[in-house]
């Protein structure tokens, strides 16, 4: 008996030593990768924090230098920041809630209702989503132009009001995650498309409009070819096209160019943290219910 308790705790032994070191491998990995995704922004201050001769140098500095506060005084003086900060942020907020809108209606009638030609019009859209977006410059802008909204916002705003991409997604995330009984009871309350779309569908919908909402406004902020097209007023460009101005053609600025990429960064990162917060939460709750 003495022997066989002296294996098995030898046996526990070893067993409790290997998911302790496999846990810390783990745990080792996932730092390393943090720590890989987050140089490229570390490497962004240094760069934008020195001068154009410290990008040059040999070997490259490594720690930031102090010259962050005039680089980015200097890209106030060279460009409206603030002026198509402001355009840059009505389009993609403005964009990002029509697309959380209209996405997840269609997707919620692809999902659960049955219409003629369903599985035709929801092929064509895989279709549309297919096709390059450079091929649609010249069509959307002529488009634009006949409606009159050549130079304006709304030449950004209402175009990028739905996607396939966004359609495909909530569309998967809805069929897996929204039960039909939920919906018949609400039948049963007398509840409406709209209304069961509204009460029933969108609170369960949160954790998959998180992450649409972080890619589409991620998407819209750092758009450049489709503003550089259509906004034919340079007093109403955004910010990505405006930084552009930046990069000249000769004796380019390098620390200039960015302490401006670093500053149209910001708001990103923050976006990113406070929408990835309510995506891990509203998971992790959904998780929990399962």
Same mark, same amino acid.
């Given at each position: 008996?003495?022997?066989?308790?002296?294996?098995?705790?030898?046996?526990?032994?070893?067993? +409790? *030593?290997?998911?302790?070191?496999?846990?810390?491998? $783990?745990?080792? %990995?996932? =730092?390393?990768?943090?720590?890989? @995704? !987050?140089?490229?922004?570390?490497?962004?201050?240094?760069?934008?924090?020195?001068?154009?001769?410290?990008?040059?140098?040999?070997?490259?500095?490594?720690?930031?230098?102090?010259?962050?506060?005039?680089?980015?005084?200097?890209?106030?003086?060279?460009?409206?920041?603030? +002026? *198509?900060?402001?355009?840059?942020?009505?389009?993609? $907020?403005?964009? %990002?809630? =029509?697309?959380?809108?209209?996405? @997840? !209606?269609?997707?919620?009638?692809?999902?659960?209702?049955?219409?003629?030609?369903?599985?035709?019009?929801?092929?064509?859209?895989?279709?549309?989503?297919?096709?390059?977006?450079?091929?649609?410059?010249?069509?959307?802008?002529?488009?634009?132009?006949?409606?009159?909204?050549?130079?304006?916002?709304?030449?950004?705003?209402?175009?990028?009001?739905?996607?396939?991409?966004?359609?495909?997604?909530?569309?998967?995330?809805?069929?897996?995650?929204?039960?039909?009984?939920?919906?018949d009871a609400g039948r049963i309350d007398g509840a409406g498309f709209f209304r069961l779309y509204w009460t029933v569908a969108l609170p369960l919908f949160r954790p998959a409009l998180a992450f649409l909402g972080i890619f589409t406004f991620i998407g819209l902020w750092n758009d450049y070819i489709?503003?550089?097209?259509?906004?034919?007023?340079?007093?109403?460009?955004?910010?990505?096209?405006?930084?552009?101005?930046?990069?000249?053609?000769?004796?380019?600025?390098?620390?200039?160019?960015?302490?401006?990429?670093?500053?149209?960064?910001?708001?990103?990162?923050?976006?990113?943290?406070?929408?990835?917060?309510?995506?891990?939460?509203?998971?992790?709750?959904?998780?929990?219910?399962?």
């Amino acid at each position: 008996m003495a022997a066989d308790d002296r294996t098995t705790g030898s046996a526990g032994l070893a067993i +409790g *030593s290997g998911s302790r070191l496999s846990r810390i491998g $783990v745990r080792a %990995t996932l =730092l390393f990768g943090v720590l890989v @995704s !987050l140089f490229p922004f570390y490497w962004l201050v240094v760069l934008a924090s020195g001068t154009t001769q410290d990008i040059y140098r040999y070997p490259p500095k490594l720690l930031p230098g102090p010259h962050l506060l005039d680089n980015m005084g200097r890209v106030l003086d060279t460009v409206d920041f603030f +002026g *198509s900060l402001f355009n840059t942020v009505v389009v993609a $907020v403005l964009g %990002t809630v =029509l697309v959380l809108f209209f996405d @997840s !209606l269609a997707a919620f009638a692809f999902a659960k209702y049955e219409f003629p030609a369903k599985k035709f019009l929801f092929g064509m859209l895989l279709v549309t989503y297919m096709i390059p977006a450079q091929l649609s410059l010249v069509p959307q802008f002529v488009t634009m132009a006949e409606f009159g909204w050549a130079g304006s916002l709304k030449a950004l705003i209402i175009p990028s009001a739905a996607n396939a991409f966004g359609i495909f997604w909530m569309r998967q995330y809805a069929q897996n995650s929204l039960p039909d009984e939920l919906l018949d009871a609400g039948r049963i309350d007398g509840a409406g498309f709209f209304r069961l779309y509204w009460t029933v569908a969108l609170p369960l919908f949160r954790p998959a409009l998180a992450f649409l909402g972080i890619f589409t406004f991620i998407g819209l902020w750092n758009d450049y070819i489709w503003p550089l097209v259509v906004m034919i007023d340079p007093d109403k460009v955004t910010l990505q096209v405006a930084l552009a101005n930046l990069n000249v053609l000769y004796n380019t600025d390098y620390s200039l160019v960015m302490a401006g990429a670093l500053m149209s960064v910001i708001p990103l990162i923050l976006v990113f943290l406070i929408g990835a917060r309510h995506f891990l939460r509203d998971l992790a709750a959904g998780a929990m219910k399962m």
